[in-house]
């Protein structure tokens, strides 16, 4: 009686017993993956480099790391699956670069709508949200949201709250009545006498010119060639009793024009001012900004706004103060 003999199906190497049949299907199968770089990718791979040259890489740099993450030496070592590996990298690379460049732009924005006069106000807001004033430390979605703070407070924004001007009661002018009485003079002499003291009681009712100019001093008031502001000065005293009251404690006054088209009134607050120290506001500088239109105005300071409005109660710096 035969043996039944054992078939076994695999590589040469197997152990077995007794009668055997080996059928080897063991080869060496190329894969696609393991194909060498073909020259369609390597152009593909050139392009994408020069697109990041463009943007300010360095060529040489970039290749290194490249073949240092792919761990090869020159393109034509690379094979089908390098390529793919190398497409992912260098888009990353480019995605980085782009994020890095709004990043900077938005930074560059920011420090330019702000300027010297609201670097105070925008360290106090980002320190707020933040937690820091360092703006090229920040991501992007903050940077945007910095600016886009920013830009709608200082530009043209509507807010519902608006202030009325208070229109001081218009002051009526003095009649002055004189009596007249009727009489027959006779002679020039008494016609003359009688003309001279009729102008002594009218002269005794006209205002003093001294008196005039006390009450001037009294009043705030800045030397600029800006028409804007010089028309709201008025509107500003009747709207900001703070001017009128600590004026001997505003110091290093100036006015100047932004680039947004705002109209700025710039001064500081003596150090040894009158104000009260609740308001915290000695030593500080404050803004008044006025719309392009001369309109309506705005104080992001606090400090200031409890300045120049002399009470402790005062509107955010989103207030709009109409002067006309």
């Known amino acids: 009686m035969s043996e039944l003999k054992q078939t076994v199906n695999g590589d040469v190497g197997n152990v077995v ?4 049949t080996i059928n080897n299907y063991a080869g060496d199968i190329s894969s696609t993956a393991q194909q060498p770089i073909s020259l369609l990718q390597k152009r593909d791979l050139h392009k994408l480099m020069d697109e990041l040259v463009e943007a300010g890489e360095s060529k040489r740099e970039m290749w290194l790391m490249l073949h240092t993450k792919l761990n090869t030496t020159t393109v034509n070592e690379m094979t089908a699956a390098d390529y793919h590996c190398a497409v992912g990298i ?3 690379c480019a995605r980085r670069i782009k994020y890095l460049k709004d990043c900077n732009i938005l930074v ?5 709508i702000t300027g010297q006069e609201y670097r105070i106000e925008r360290d106090r807001y980002c320190l707020k949200r933040f937690g820091t004033t360092h703006l090229k430390g920040m991501t992007k979605e903050q940077l945007q949201e910095i600016f886009g703070y920013f830009d709608d407070l200082l530009n043209n924004c509507e807010y519902g709250r608006t202030e009325p001007l208070q229109q001081g009661a218009a002051t009526e002018p003095i009649k002055a009545t004189l009596s007249t009485k009727t009489a027959l003079w006779s002679g020039v002499v008494i016609t003359i006498v009688a003309v001279f003291a009729g102008f002594m009681g009218i002269s005794d009712k006209l205002p003093s010119v001294k008196d005039d100019t006390q009450n001037e001093a009294k009043l705030f008031a800045v030397e600029t060639s800006n028409g804007v502001i010089n028309a709201s000065i008025p ?4 709207i900001f009793p703070g001017l009128n009251k600590y004026k001997n404690d505003l110091i290093s006054l100036s006015t100047y024009k932004q680039k947004s088209g ?3 009134l710039k001064f500081t607050v003596s150090p040894q001012s009158s104000a009260p120290d609740a308001y915290a506001v000695k030593g500080k500088v404050c803004y008044i900004n006025i719309s392009p239109d001369g309109g309506y105005s705005r104080v992001l300071s606090t400090p200031c706004r409890l300045l120049l409005l002399d009470q402790h109660n005062v509107p955010d710096e989103k207030y709009r103060f109409i002067l006309r």
């Open 108 to 112: 560059a924005k920011i420090i330019s």
């Open 235 to 238: 509107a500003l005293r009747s």
């Open 17 to 20: 017993s007794g009668d055997v």
């Open 262 to 264: 705002w109209h700025t």
């Open 90 to 92: 260098l888009q990353e």
